[in-house]
């Protein structure tokens, strides 16, 4: 086995002639407004990279320069980001971007008992692509409210970067350890989501 990747569109010509032609007359439109008001306030003319929009990092800086024309309410780099999305996109898809990813493990609550007469001794399982992180020997003794306050890098090629395991073990050194729960976190759609990339925090997630 292998790895597989690709881009399929399914348009016809003169559709795909006139979103060209649309797309390329608003940003050129919204690209000069943006000179002409920077050029009032700032006496000088804004650079809009709209490459660089798909960055992270650059689309910041660049929010950073529409806060001194007062037009930051706007949202207008959303807006031009989605206008350059599948352009973005396929940037993004074509090319091999290796990554770290880090998992904080915060917490877990009310979990279920596998123990006959209390309360599971859970731990950690994680893996995502070649790498785990097992968890056995720190297991937490009769608690279904474990807090874990740790975090685990991965190195991932984006795309193809596999989906990241989380599963909640309960210990137990006689009769074997049994599966509380599990769940899969899709790496990829974080990655290639403008929206995710360019929040300044990331969102504590509930599974």
């Not at 709209?50 to 529409?66: C, I, P, Q, T, Y």
Request: proline share 3%; hydrophobic share 35%.
């Amino acid at each position: 086995m292998g790895y597989f990747k690709g881009i399929i569109e399914v348009e016809s010509r003169e559709d795909k002639y006139k979103y060209t032609q649309r797309k390329q007359e608003l940003l050129a439109d919204l690209v000069d407004k943006l000179k002409q008001i920077s050029m009032a306030k700032l006496g000088k003319e804004i650079t809009v990279d709209l490459e660089a929009l798909g960055n992270a990092m650059d689309r910041k800086s660049f929010e950073v320069e529409l806060r001194k024309l007062d037009v930051a309410h706007l949202q207008i780099s959303k807006h031009l980001a989605n206008l350059e999305s599948d352009v973005i996109l396929r940037r993004q898809l074509m090319g091999n971007h290796k990554c770290v990813v880090r998992f904080y493990a915060i917490s877990a609550f009310n979990l279920s008992s596998r123990d006959n007469g209390s309360a599971s001794d859970p731990y950690l399982y994680l893996q995502c692509n070649d790498k785990i992180y097992n968890e056995r020997d720190n297991y937490q003794l009769d608690e279904p409210n474990p807090k874990f306050c740790k975090f685990y890098d991965f190195e991932g090629t984006f795309p193809g970067c596999s989906p990241l395991q989380v599963d909640v073990w309960d210990y137990d050194d006689i009769f074997g350890d049994d599966l509380i729960g599990a769940t899969i976190v899709d790496l990829e759609d974080r990655y290639f989501s403008l929206d995710w990339q360019s929040l300044p925090e990331k969102p504590v997630e509930y599974r």
